[in-house]
């Protein structure tokens, strides 16, 4: 009778210390837009003025309240380091970031005098979130101190926290945005021009940009998965961001080959993620009625992980919601539970 009480109770303590042992992690990763056009030396063009990103703002950050995640990836925040720094405090998270595109700059000085724009990694404090480097991808120099570049630039943050006593790596990417070189898409342009909606020369070039766009992006999903491989060796890794891919693409495949799970799998619908028929900001500032093309609708932003005893329980999407007609972000928000 003895051992027989004593073996269930070694079982009752295996259970109890497999349950205990399970962490889930709310992870989210938003592009929070920088509203910047990209033109200008001197200085950037923007699309809203200070009032109205300052709003967004706002909204962005009681939207992240609501959800407590504890794991935040952002693209697109800028400036930085005062953006990540500002996210953070506002939040109760560390932070680490990395500039992706800072034009020429050394140190606080530099031009675009508006742009060092890039990504951050955000946790909450119990889970001590350290820097484990970063990479660019593609294109020219773009560091948090100094940058030298006249062209796009992509670069991979890399951060580290700790779930229970195991390290898991958290990586932060954005790949090249274009047009989509998919046959649906390709086939689009074609009868855009078909209907007199595009002159021959405009429809080679965005040809071209869609087709050279999915090479450039090829490239820099080989050189994020060698990246997330040479620093996180076998640990559980977390792929946050907008990789500008649709989830069918070749380049996405790089990920999947590479062992990557996507964690929308656990969500529902579609989860379009750039949504020219819902988003509020799209339609404001991106979409010409009078050109003849129908709003986009794309899941472009993800959430992949890696790792033995890694699974995603559900995935939703976030921050879509308007205040007065205006959304937080261009992109809406991918949310996962993962459980390690």
Known sequence: MKKTVTLVCALLFAVSAAVTAQKTLRIVTIN?????????????????????RLFRYGLLVNALRELDADIIGVNEANMLPGYAKKLARDLGYDYIYAVR???????????????????????????NLMPAGSRGISGGYAGNFASFHFEDTERVLAGKITVGEDDVFLFCAQWHESEFAGEVQLKT????????????????????DAVNGRRERMAEAVKTVQF??????????????????????????VLEDAGFKDAWDAGRGEGFTR?????????????????????GRDRVDYIFYRGEGVS????????????????????FAVTADLKF
């Open 32 to 52: 929070v837009w920088s509203g910047l056009t990209y033109q200008g030396v001197f200085k950037s063009g923007a699309y809203e003025s200070k009032e109205e």
């Open 228 to 253: 997330i491989s040479e620093v996180a060796g076998d640990h559980a890794v977390v792929l946050m961001g907008s990789l500008n891919a649709l989830s069918a693409s070749e380049e996405i495949k």
């Open 189 to 208: 342009l074609v009868d855009l021009y078909a209907g007199n909606h595009l002159e021959g020369s405009e429809l080679l070039v965005r040809m071209r």
């Open 101 to 127: 595109f800072g034009g020429v700059r050394l140190g606080q000085a530099g031009f675009p005098i508006n742009l060092r724009e890039g990504h951050v990694i955000l946790a909450k404090k119990y889970l």
């Open 312 to 331: 995603a329980s559900k995935a939703s999407i976030a921050l879509d919601e308007t205040t007065y007609e205006i959304h937080p972000s261009d992109h």
């Open 275 to 295: 949504d020219g028929v819902r988003n509020m900001n799209i339609i404001r500032y991106f979409f010409d009625e009078a050109s003849g093309e129908k709003p």
